[in-house]
Structure formats: C-alpha cells, structure tokens
T-cell receptor, first 111, second 115 residues
Framework: GQQLNQSPQSMFIQEGEDVSMNCTSSSIFNTWLWYKQDPGEGPVLLIALYKAGELTSNGRLTAQFGITRKDSFLNISASIPSDVGIYFCAGHPPSNYQLIWGAGTKLIIKP | NAGVTQTPKFQVLKTGQSMTLQCAQDMNHEYMSWYRQDPGMGLRLIHYSVGAGITDQGEVPNGYNVSRSTTEDFPLRLLSAAPSQTSVYFC??????????????FGEGSRLTVL
C-alpha cells in the first residue's frame, strides 16, 4: 500500500530551539495533515493543508503543502516543554477515506 | 462534551479468547473508524463506517469484525485473539465532509495485550 516517509524518527532539542520535520510520499495527496500525540492519549489535529503550496500557521507551528503534492513539512518555533510528544503526518489520497499515516517523529526536549 | 469514549482502556487476553472494544461518540458524527498503533509504525486503519448500517474494510481488517447499528456506537470485535493483535487501538470519528479530508477526532485508546 501507499507509505509516507516521515523524518526524523526522533529529535532531542533544547528548549527554545526551532524544530523541523517532514514527510514525503511516492504518490500525490489531496490533503496533508499534522497530528500530535501526547503520552497515553489519542492524536490531536494540529494543522490541515488543502492546496499545493499552502502555508498555514497555528501559533508557533507552521506547515506547508509541497508544490508537487508529494511532501509536507512542519516547523515548530521556540520549542517549549509541552511540545514533547509524537508528531504524525498524514496524507489523504484522491481515492477514498483511507488516510495514510507516517511513522511519527518523537520530540524530546533536553532538560 | 465527552467526545470519543473508548472502553476498556486496558485489557489482557489469552490467545483464542474473544472480546469487544467499545467506542461511542456524542458529536453526531457520521464517520467512525478503528485504527491500531504499533511501535515504529503509523496508524493503520482496520475498519470504518460512513453511517449506521454501513461498514467497510481498511488496510488491516483480518481478525476483526465491526457493526454500526447506531450513529453513536462502533464496537470492534476480536473473535479469536492472537498475539499479533497486541496493540493500542484507537477509535476516531468525524463529520463525513471532514473525514474525506482527514480531520478526525480520536479517543484515548485501548491498550490490548494478547498472551
């Protein structure tokens, strides 16, 4: 089936640093979404992107829908302790309801 | 608002046992789905439903059954549990016009261990 390559798998960062992660696919998507999962919880939608080239912000988070429709990135500026968690990208193919998920990027903030 | 409620939160089964994971939502969402989450992998869709009486298979449906008799409830049944079904299971729901673009509301998860 379709797969998303999400990188990096994990990141150790200092509080206050900026963070960048991305997802790529071998096929096009109609939407790209970024979710965050806190320990012991279900994923929560952070940002949804609907058009190629779209750049959207949600507070300190910024995400972009790649021009080729095969990639997306998420940036977090000035990271804080509550940013810890797993960030998932997900893409919606043109065909149906089956959302395709990346394997996640685990964000860990050094004390 | 309760949102999406899953029960139980934790369950241990022996191989061959059956059980049902419950999912209920109070947002009047047409679309409901079940995912499993395994370490190092993204979420994988098991089954989904676009309304009462309508269900369909996702990416990994084998070993699982679902039904949708009401808008609110979407139980997931394991008929004969296997160790490979050890996972964290998430129920997610949405309005149909938001589900088609991937905007989902998730429950807190049910952690299942099959010995």
């Amino acid at each position: 089936g379709q797969q998303l390559n999400q990188s990096p798998q994990s990141m150790f960062i200092q509080e206050g640093e900026d963070v960048s992660m991305n997802c790529t696919s071998s096929s096009i998507f109609n939407t790209w979404l970024w979710y965050k999962q806190d320990p012991g919880e279900g994923p929560v939608l952070l940002i949804a992107l609907y058009k190629a080239g779209e750049l959207t912000s949600n507070g300190r988070l910024t995400a972009q829908f790649g021009i080729t429709r095969k990639d997306s990135f998420l940036n977090i500026s000035a990271s804080i302790p509550s940013d810890v968690g797993i960030y998932f990208c997900a893409g919606h193919p043109p065909s149906n309801y089956q959302l395709i998920w990346g394997a996640g990027t685990k964000l860990i903030i050094k004390p | 608002n309760a949102g999406v409620t899953q029960t139980p939160k934790f369950q241990v089964l022996k191989t061959g046992q059956s059980m049902t994971l419950q999912c209920a939502q109070d947002m009047n969402h047409e679309y409901m789905s079940w995912y499993r989450q395994d370490p190092g992998m993204g979420l994988r869709l098991i089954h989904y439903s676009v309304g009462a009486g309508i269900t369909d298979q996702g990416e990994v449906p084998n070993g699982y059954n679902v039904s949708r008799s009401t808008t609110e409830d979407f139980p997931l049944r394991l008929l004969s549990a296997a160790p490979s079904q050890t996972s964290v299971y998430f129920c997610a729901s949405s309005y149909s016009n938001r589900a088609v673009v991937g905007e989902l509301f998730f429950g807190e998860g049910s952690r299942l261990t099959v010995l």
